[in-house]
C-alpha cells in the first residue's frame, strides 16, 4: 500500500503471487501425519497462507500440500476457522462423498425430483426469477407446497439411502443370497453397494408379500399403491 494517499479508491487488492511459486519457499512448510484416511506412517509437508481471492472478493485460506506418492496439491476454502490439516482431511473424503451422490442420482432417484405448479406464470427460458412479493398470498401458499414437496423428496430418498446402506452392512450375507443376478465383483467380505441391496429387496418384495399376514400393516400399505395398469404391478399384486 502507499505510503502517501492517492486520489481515487484505495486498492483492494495487493501485488499478484501465482500460487505455484509458493512451493518454492520450503522453510515455511510444517511436516505432520497425513489425515487422510486409510494412510498409516505417511508424513506429508503444508503450508497454510490466506489471500485474497479475486473471483469472490474476499480473503480465502489456501494450503498446498506435498505428498510423498500423491505430489501436490492446492486446496482452498472460504471457512478461515479450519487449521491445514482438517482442510486436507475434508478433501481427502470428498470421493467418498461424490459416490454417494452418483448413488443417490442413479440408483434412487433423490434429486430426479419433477413437481410441477399449474399456476405457476411462466418464464422466459433464462430468466427463471419469480417476483412473489407481488403475488397474492394464495399463490405465494402454492410455491411453499411446491418447495415442500421438494424437501420431502430428497429427505425420503436420503432415508431410503440410509436404510440400503443399513442392510449392506448388517444383513450382507441375505442380501448376496436374494440378489439373483450376475456381478464379476462378488467377492467373499465385500460388502453389497446401495444398487446390489435395491435389486435384492426388489426380488424378494414378491415373496414378502406372498408370506406376510394379510392384517400386515407394511404389506397393505404396498398392496393398496399398485399400479394394476403396469406389467409389474400386476405381477405383485397376483402374489
Keep these: 500500500m502507499p505510503t502517501t494517499p492517492r486520489r481515487g479508491r484505495p486498492r483492494i487488492y495487493g ?18 501425519p497425513s489425515p487422510i484416511y486409510g494412510e498409516r506412517n505417511v508424513v506429508l509437508r503444508y503450508r497454510v497462507i490466506n489471500l485474497y481471492w479475486r473471483p469472490i472478493g474476499c480473503l480465502v485460506r489456501f494450503v498446498l500440500a506435498i505428498h510423498p506418492t500423491r505430489g501436490r496439491k492446492i486446496l482452498l476454502s472460504t471457512d478461515l476457522s479450519l487449521a491445514g490439516l482438517q ?21 434412487i432417484g433423490t434429486y430426479a425430483y419433477h413437481f410441477w405448479m399449474s399456476a405457476m406464470t411462466p418464464r422466459p427460458r433464462r430468466c ?46 441375505t442380501v448376496w443370497k436374494r440378489f ?12 453389497p453397494s446401495e444398487l446390489v441391496v435395491a435389486v435384492a429387496l426388489r426380488h424378494s418384495l414378491p415373496l414378502f408379500l406372498a408370506d406376510s399376514p ?23 399384486a397376483a402374489a
Excluded: M
Aim: charged letters at 25%; aromatic letters at 8%; hydrophobic letters at 40%.
Design 15 to 32: 501485488k499478484k503471487i501465482k500460487l505455484k511459486t509458493l512451493f518454492k519457499e520450503e522453510e515455511a512448510f510444517t511436516r505432520a
Design 87 to 107: 482442510i486436507i482431511e475434508l478433501f481427502a473424503v470428498r470421493f467418498k462423498i461424490e459416490v454417494r451422490f452418483k448413488q443417490a442420482i442413479y440408483t
Design 180 to 191: 439373483g443376478s450376475w456381478l464379476r465383483t462378488i467377492r467373499p467380505g465385500i460388502l
Design 128 to 173: 427463471g426469477n419469480q417476483h412473489l412479493h407481488r403475488k397474492s398470498q394464495s399463490y405465494r401458499d402454492q410455491v411453499r407446497r411446491k418447495i415442500g414437496a421438494y424437501h420431502a423428496h430428497i429427505q425420503l430418498g436420503v432415508i431410503a439411502q440410509g436404510i440400503l446402506q443399513t442392510l449392506a452392512l448388517r444383513c450382507a450375507a
Design 214 to 236: 394379510q392384517d400386515h400393516a407394511l404389506t397393505n400399505f404396498i398392496r393398496q399403491r399398485l399400479d394394476l395398469s403396469r406389467h409389474e404391478g400386476a405381477s405383485l
